[in-house]
């Protein structure tokens, strides 16, 4: 699934959590000369580096789809037309902004 999202892949970070923490995976991400920024497992017997500025962004945009989430609207997908609800998604993130 992982090399399934790294064709689509673009910039100068890959930026992911613990579970795609894989040899493969970050080899892959190597090769599409981007950096890899995920927290080693802990079965690891050595912790690889992490850059830990990087790291941060990816618990804000967490933290962001978190606070998207809590309009109902948006997590129950209600909306029949992708039209309407990427309009929903617009409205909920403008009000999450403003705050």
Known sequence: ???????????????????????????????????????????????????RTLYRLRYRVKCFFHDLKRFRAVATRYDKTATSYLAVLHVASMLLWLR
């Not at 992911?16 to 991400?29: F, K, S």
């Open 1 to 51: 699934m992982a090399e399934e999202l790294l064709v689509h892949a673009e910039g100068a970070a890959f930026i992911a959590d613990t579970g795609y923490d894989a040899d493969r995976i970050r080899a892959n991400v190597r090769k599409l000369r981007m950096k890899p920024v995920i927290h080693s497992n802990p079965s690891r017997k050595r912790a690889l580096p992490l850059d």
